[in-house]
């Protein structure tokens, strides 16, 4: 069983262009017993506050589950002395999640389609399918080690 999860987190009240907005930072071990800890920890700071519709809290839930361990696994390798930097911008309109490890990067147009008939059996690829599909936009940073998910508030 892995040592509790002791996470540090800087929560901010910012003034935004349309109200105010609250930022949650953390770092998270490169150990994925830790994702499922941290996701509900982003939750409760920034979508129990809001309210957001099931659909929403589900999507955000999966979407950054998948990022982190993307990060922890393909990204830090699961290297222990590495973690992996989370913010979270959580404006009145959408949710903003910013996800980045401390690996090299990757090209995310070279991952293939998981459902293509070809890959089908390959796990390569479903997390990076499911944060496209589950958050309204994401980008990348041109490293490949960082990403953006945006999730728009009902």
Not at 30 to 53: I, K, T, W, Y
Not at 120 to 137: Q, V
């Amino acid at each position: 069983m892995p040592e509790p999860l002791a996470l540090h987190v800087h929560r901010a009240e910012l003034a935004g262009p349309v109200g105010p907005v609250v930022e949650v930072a953390l770092r998270i071990p490169s150990d994925v017993a830790h994702v499922e800890a941290a996701v509900e920890l982003l939750v409760r700071h920034c979508l129990e506050p809001v309210g957001p519709a099931r659909r929403t809290a589900f999507r955000f839930r999966v979407a950054v589950a998948e990022a982190l361990a993307n990060a922890i696994v393909c990204g830090n390798r699961a290297d222990p002395a590495l973690a992996v930097a989370v913010r979270a911008e959580c404006h009145p309109a959408e949710l903003r999640v910013h996800v980045t490890d401390d690996g090299t990067g990757f090209d995310p147009a070279a991952v293939p389609d998981p459902i293509g008939t070809d890959d089908l059996e390959r796990a390569c690829g479903r997390g990076l399918f499911l944060i496209r599909n589950l958050s309204d936009s994401v980008e990348f940073s041109p490293r490949g080690n960082s990403l953006c998910m945006t999730f728009r508030l009902p």
